[in-house]
């Protein structure tokens, strides 16, 4: 049985699915095709990528979806533009693209650690028409850390936060390599965006071991007075909520020692095309997801155009 058998029955009803089109074919864009292709609320009508040879256009391919190499070229040469733009590329590509798309009136989900639009964190934000239309969604560590952030600095005292996330080799791609500057400054950026936290540090390992690291977060806080079974419910409480997006997210431990406090959390993968230690891409891309399904359900979506879809 697929690992993302049964998901498909959360996703919500709507009249009509929105369009939508993906930029980038490396791993995360095949698990994003992947989970686009499982929502009723969404229409994957292109897959753009630049190699006409890679997995991701193949993959693409193989459920029946029209893919190209053209690249952004092809995206914003379609007779009419979609709905929903995912861009899945690079925080350097996100920059140029932006412009690009900004005149179309589409809704740009960007998941690359560009900054430039809006920071989304789903359960913590939502999507609101306040929100703009160009969605950035952090990092997969801020994916994993911020809803626990905003939580803990909401109930206590916190003075400092530390992000420690750790993803394997295996599936930190050349993007994710290329981008480590900008996911440690878009990640902390994040942090004290959600949590009101100035002193913060985030910091991201890749980890070559074998087997493979599975995706964990550790959020390290420093807070007077530190309850850890008030912590640990805290903690329970966000986990629940992300897990109605991404099910393989989970609080393995919660610990207190003086003014520290250590949550540690792992992601596994729920996914038709990653294993399960990638839970760093099926975060982010659960979020993505998530994210154009609420933007299916606005009253506001059919205003843009004055029809559906």
Known sequence: MSPAAGLRGARPEVAEPVTVAVIGTGAI????????????ALECRLVAGRNPQSAGL??????????????????????????????????????EHWPLLEPLGTLVIDLTPSKVGQMVAPTVTGVSPATGRNVNLISCGG??????????????????????????????????????????????????????????????????????????????????GADPVAVRAVAERVAERVRSFAPGYQVVACTAAGDLVTITLQV??????????????????????????????????????????
């Not at 864009?29 to 009723?40: A, E, F, N, Q, Y």
């Not at 981008?179 to 002193?199: I, K, P, R």
């Not at 038709?272 to 606005?298: F, H, K, W």
């Open 268 to 309: 596994l993968a729920h996914s038709d095309v990653l294993p399960p230690y990638a839970g760093n891409l099926d975060i982010i891309n659960s979020a993505a997801v998530m994210v154009a399904e609420q933007y299916a359900t606005r009253p506001d979506r059919a205003s843009r155009t004055g029809v559906i879809s």
């Open 143 to 224: 994916q994993a850390a911020v809803p626990i952030v905003h939580a803990l600095a909401a109930e206590f005292p916190v003075t400092y936060f530390e992000v420690v996330s750790t993803v394997a080799s295996e599936v930190a791609g050349r993007a994710t390599r290329m981008n480590l500057d900008e996911y440690v400054a878009t990640t902390g950026q994040a942090v004290t965006a959600f949590s009101g936290v100035t002193d913060v540090k985030a910091i991201l390992n890749i980890s070559p071991a074998v087997p493979p690291a599975t995706f964990r977060t550790a959020v390290h806080a420093r807070l007077a």
């Open 58 to 95: 193949r993959y693409a391919e193989g459920l029946g979806l029209a893919t190209t190499a053209g690249g952004i070229e092809a995206v914003l040469a379609a007779p009419r533009p979609f709905d929903v733009v995912f861009d899945a590329t690079s925080a350097a590509s996100h920059r």
């Open 29 to 40: 864009g095949r698990d994003l095709v992947s989970k686009i292709d499982r929502s009723p």
